[in-house]
């Protein structure tokens, strides 16, 4: 008879560990596909970024020029646009040559949705670099369950998917930075030293494992093309001793190719999987900088260091192959940051740096620049709708972050666990510091921090589940639903409350304090207040042990079904009164010739010049039709007086509409009526001169 002790049950396998690590990742990948891509592009472009954006990217395109960044479409500015590196911009033009739009005539890009395509593809495919990212550092050191919950959080965010589909420089900014802070935390828990396989050619060999081909493959890709363009397109002019000097491209980005082979001959010696990871994140790191400037790298920089220092993890960096690591990956860094850089300060010298990194960085976080001014509590109200779905989670995971600071345990799982909880609430904090820290302040800017906050709360519930007496789960109901309450009332006030969603990437609000004027139809009250008490009533279910999951599915369903909703209902239809596609649809339809032109009066919105492929600034002075800034009446007065006799049409803010009739010569003013008015800010008008 057997009198020994019974064993502990062998905990479950869950279904995602079943499944396996690539089909774990391509179910990640397919959902944030599924979530994003399929109705991308059945809206127009929102102005100020995006068509601002789209219109530098494809003046980039026509030109054939991938070094300089022009913006041609307004007196108000220079023909060079230098507030934004170039990566979005390189994205933009390649995907608009793509999708065939190179070099397409006047009033295909507002009479095609194949614009909008174009435009937004390359954005919804960075998302997915981030939930990968998310998802690679939770399922490696947690479980494959709760990497595919971190996706799933930060796939159904507000602020996240709405960015997502949105063609400006922030999703790939935190997308690369993402994936890069995740490579470097798997460099540095990863313990496995087991030398690589290696292959062979002649006197040379490398790695033969698929994070060697990776590291080198992203290198080279994107490396090489920004040297082939650097040489063939950059002339490098200066004087010496008086005499004009000049030299071709190749000659300034020699130290740069020989950085890359440092880089690549470094690698092909790595014998372990560690260095090759921080290779790649800091290829990806470069490229964060190229999106969004010295944020790039200093906030992955900033939340590495922060999590060192509060773990105090110092003998995994200082390993020997970690430190090689990092000097490669900075090397590799500076190989694909810098050329763009070096090559526009060689064409523009001192003024692009300026405007760049003095005005567009330094002004901005030290002095304030144009936007929004606050303090530390700036963003609790817009992180709030930022991750609406998740709301009653985020309390329960920063305390209970604080609990696990104490829970020392020598298993090596438990203690990466515990690490990688430590790390997101980390890079929730650390994130949300600095941005509250710039003097400048949109909503958006909360963006970066919300990946570490999906780690976190990942984490939270997979120690819920797996842990049936843990206390952190009656934190949820307690502080999460009180938390959701205060949104739901912020969203339900009043009829116009429903913009508060486009104001998480938009910066209306800025101009319209109050908001723009709202159809009553469009406040969906009823519906988002059914949303938050189902969701309130999920929290309330993780009060118990037999309810979790169930509280669990419910929760991640009206996650999923709300992004749904918020993307392609919402978005839908409040596009159809906001964006300037379908007013300069119709100016095309409407117009019978190139004479008969569209006219852009105390107008600064981007939609106007990028729609119509700026034809309303190209060409002489006398003949542009873009009236803004010094004598914008006068000027309008004159050239109607030039063209007597035609049809001219106008797009003009509804505020200035009955300005705008006193300026039409007395005879034509009785023939002015507005054909299109479906926008609530913008009208468009014609006149018969």
Not at 79 to 105: C, D, I, M, Q
Not at 124 to 133: D, S
Not at 538 to 548: D, V, Y
Not at 579 to 586: C, G, M, P, R
């Amino acid at each position: 008879m057997d009198t020994s002790a019974p064993t502990e049950k062998p905990p479950a396998i869950s279904f995602f560990d079943r499944l396996g690590e690539r089909k774990s990742v391509a179910l990640v990948l397919l959902f944030g596909a599924l979530l994003y891509i399929p109705l991308a592009g059945s809206y127009g472009l929102w102005d100020p970024w995006e068509t601002h954006y789209g219109e530098v990217g494809r003046e980039m395109l026509e030109r054939g020029d991938y070094i300089s960044l022009y913006w041609a479409g307004s007196p108000l500015d220079s023909e060079n646009f230098w507030s934004k590196p170039v990566l979005t911009f390189w994205l933009l033009a390649l995907s608009l040559g793509a999708f065939g739009l190179g070099g397409a005539s006047k009033g295909t890009f507002a009479a095609s949705s194949v614009t909008e395509w174009a435009m937004r593809l390359p954005f919804c495919l960075m998302a997915l670099a981030a939930l990968y990212g998310v998802y690679l550092v939770t399922s490696r050191f947690v479980s494959r369950r709760a990497g595919v919950l971190a996706a799933v959080v930060l796939a159904t965010m507000p602020m996240f998917s709405l960015i997502a589909r949105q063609a400006m420089a922030d999703m790939p900014f935190v997308a690369l930075m993402t994936l890069a802070l995740a490579l470097c935390i798997v460099a540095l828990f990863d313990t496995d030293e087991t030398e690589l396989p290696r292959k062979q050619w002649k006197r040379w060999s490398w790695p033969h494992h698929t994070a060697f081909y990776v590291a080198i493959g992203l290198l080279c890709l994107t490396f090489l093309p920004q040297f082939i363009i650097d040489t063939l397109q950059l002339v490098w002019r200066f004087r010496v001793a008086g005499k004009r000097m000049m030299l071709p491209g190749f000659f300034v980005m020699v130290p740069y190719f020989l950085g890359f082979v440092f880089v690549l001959v470094k690698a092909m010696r790595v014998r372990s999987r560690a260095p090759l990871y921080l290779y790649t994140a800091g290829v990806l790191a470069a490229l964060a900088v190229l999106a969004k400037g010295l944020a790039g790298l200093g906030l992955p920089v900033i939340v590495l260091v922060c999590y060192l220092v509060f773990t105090w993890n110092w003998p995994r960096v200082l390993r020997p192959q970690i430190v090689s690591g990092f000097v490669g990956a900075i090397v590799a860094c500076a190989v694909v940051s810098v050329p763009w850089h070096h090559a526009m300060l060689v064409r523009y010298g001192k003024p692009f740096w300026n405007e760049l990194y003095g005005d567009n960085h330094w002004r901005r976080l030290m002095t304030g620049r144009h936007g929004d001014r606050g303090t530390f509590e700036y963003f609790l109200r817009e992180a709030g709708y930022a991750v609406l779905p998740w709301l009653a989670f985020v309390p329960a995971s920063l305390l209970s972050a604080f609990r696990r600071a104490t829970n020392r345990s020598t298993d090596p799982q438990r203690s990466h666990r515990r690490d990688v909880f430590w790390f997101g609430v980390i890079w929730f904090v650390a994130a949300y510091t600095v941005v509250s820290l710039s003097m400048t302040k949109f909503h958006h800017y909360i963006l970066p921090a919300l990946p570490g906050l999906a780690i976190a709360i990942a984490c939270l519930i997979e120690d819920v589940l797996d842990n049936p007496k843990v206390i952190n789960a009656k934190l949820v109901p307690l502080i999460g639903i009180p938390a959701l309450g205060i949104v739901a009332y912020d969203l339900m006030r009043s009829d116009r409350a429903a913009q508060l969603f486009i104001w998480l990437f938009a910066y209306d609000y800025v101009n319209s304090p109050g908001g723009r004027p709202w159809p009553p139809e469009l406040s969906w009250s009823n519906l988002i207040a059914g949303f938050v008490a189902f969701w309130a009533l999920m929290a309330l279910l993780w009060s118990f042990r037999n309810t979790r999951k169930v509280a669990l599915l419910g929760t991640v369903g009206a996650s999923i079904a709300f992004t749904y909703f918020l993307l392609d209902v919402y978005m839908k239809k409040v596009s159809d009164i906001w964006t300037q596609k379908e007013l300069t649809a119709l100016y095309y339809k409407t117009r019978s010739s190139p004479e008969e032109r569209l006219i852009a009066w105390q107008l600064y919105w981007r939609g106007e010049t990028f729609y119509t492929q700026n034809e309303i600034y190209e060409g002489p002075m006398e003949n542009r039709t873009v009236f803004l800034g010094n004598r914008n009446a006068e000027d309008l007065q004159a050239y109607l007086g030039r063209n007597t006799g035609k049809r001219m049409f106008f797009v003009v803010e509804r505020s200035r509409y009955d300005q705008l009739r006193g300026l039409i010569p007395e005879a034509a003013r009785g023939s002015l009526k507005i054909i299109h008015e479906k926008n609530n800010k913008f009208y468009l008008a014609q006149v018969q001169l």
